[in-house]
């Protein structure tokens, strides 16, 4: 196993022609040099194969990071490839509907639970914009819960700049990464009732919550006529077949997908009753490629693969696996690392503080790239092809980069809180 710095010339060179001609770099923040271990750390991949990557230098790694979670059947699977190339030829948008949104519509519907119909779109998002729009339509109220990250629109990202201030008076942000969390969403619900249209939720990562919480959720919103809305741009086909309304035994009113959907081909979508779906015919929602038709094909093959293979048992056994053993190995060394959160998904964090977790998964990530693991600071992710023997791999190079940590002294008289 490698332990030397490694060389990214080529990627340096690239970063500088990149910061003169893209704004703001890249085309996702969590993709920036800076969320990773500057100057220790790929900044460009050249190219994937299952559950590898290479950078741009040449150098391989085991891929945790999967496409900020898209690519659930890794890279270059050939599922996607076949779906693709078997459809290639019919074109990729056309001036009417095409029979695969039908296809497409109907395979969805079979596996998210208490759905009878779909909207197709292209970003989680826009998915989440556009059941916040049917909600309020529907319900005929302004205000919004968010918890969780639900992406980058003005309705949530309303203290950034660029959006109105005024738009902040509209939704509510609320925690949910403590049990301590729970309470003040319910109590917000009973206060804001005959304002608010919607509560968006996204689970945290950081600690697997309870169905109990989740039901008195589900029977709040029901009470005061308020829509539940599951973000499961993430979660959706990675907790269970049916995403975490299965995972949890608790139906949302809507629910939004993404990632996973079509395993890294851009595609979202929203999905819930057909009462309550049929009413974004009253709005301006529309999107020329929402009805695009490559992503449709392979959403329409990559959930057949999901159901063929069994994927939400194997990663989740994988998952299950690395979050045991590095948690034992950390244990062991008596460093403050610890692996939280949903075994398919799984969470390294050094420290509650995120200035004092950031300070040292910053070279955790740079001592584990040195060993071929590429992963991010916090949330990982397990795909459909990682094996058991890339797991003892990485397990291997979590102990190998701990100790690395150790003998360099950056565990002295850290906050380990």
């Not at 159901?307 to 590095?326: C, N």
Request: net charge negative; aromatic share 6%; charged share 20%.
């Amino acid at each position: 196993m490698n332990n030397q710095p490694l060389s990214f010339t080529k990627s340096q060179q690239l970063q500088a022609q990149g910061e003169q001609v893209i704004a703001g770099f890249t085309q996702s923040m969590m993709k920036k040099p800076e969320q990773f271990s500057p100057g220790a750390f790929p900044v460009y991949i050249e190219k994937g194969e299952g559950a590898l990557v290479t950078d741009v230098d040449g150098n391989q790694y085991i891929d945790f990071i999967c496409g900020l979670a898209a690519n659930t059947l890794g890279h270059n699977h050939p599922v996607v490839v076949n779906a693709i190339t078997d459809h290639l030829s019919h074109g990729l948008i056309h001036s009417l509907p095409t029979p695969i949104e039908v296809q497409t519509a109907k395979t969805l519907i079979d596996v998210i639970p208490n759905a009878e119909q779909v909207r197709f779109f292209k970003t989680g998002a826009d998915a989440n914009s556009a059941a916040v729009r049917l909600a309020r339509h529907v319900t005929k109220r302004d205000e919004i819960m968010t918890i969780g990250y639900n992406g980058w629109h003005d309705h949530y990202m309303f203290d950034t700049p660029g959006v109105p201030a005024v738009i902040a008076e509209l939704t509510h942000r609320m925690p949910l990464f403590t049990p301590n969390d729970e309470a003040p969403i319910l109590e917000k619900i009973t206060e804001r009732k005959t304002q608010l249209a919607a509560v968006l939720l996204s689970v945290p990562y950081n600690r697997v919550l309870e169905a109990s919480f989740l039901q008195q959720l589900r029977e709040l919103c029901t009470e005061h006529g308020v829509i539940l809305i599951f973000d499961e741009v993430v979660t959706g086909f990675r907790l269970a077949p049916g995403g975490a309304q299965q995972y949890f035994a608790v139906n949302a009113d809507l629910v939004t997908l993404s990632k996973g959907i079509a395993a890294g081909m851009p595609l979202s979508a929203v999905a819930g009753k057909r009462e309550l779906m049929q009413r974004m015919n009253e709005l301006q929602v529309s999107t020329t490629f929402g009805g695009e038709m490559l992503s449709l094909a392979v959403c329409d093959a990559v959930l057949k693969e999901y159901q063929r293979t069994d994927f939400t048992t194997h990663i989740a056994k994988l998952g299950a696996i690395l979050k045991s053993e590095v948690n034992q190995i950390s244990e062991q060394l008596g460093t403050p690392l610890k692996v939280v959160g949903y075994d398919p998904i799984p969470m390294f964090l050094f420290a509650k503080d995120p200035q004092a977790h950031v300070q040292l998964a910053i070279p955790f990530l740079a001592e584990m790239a040195k060993r071929g693991v590429l992963m991010r600071r916090e949330v990982n992710f397990i795909c459909g092809v990682h094996t058991e023997e890339h797991i003892n791999t990485t397990i291997a190079a979590v102990k190998a980069s701990l100790i690395a940590m150790q003998q360099a002294g950056l565990f002295a008289n850290k906050d380990e809180s």
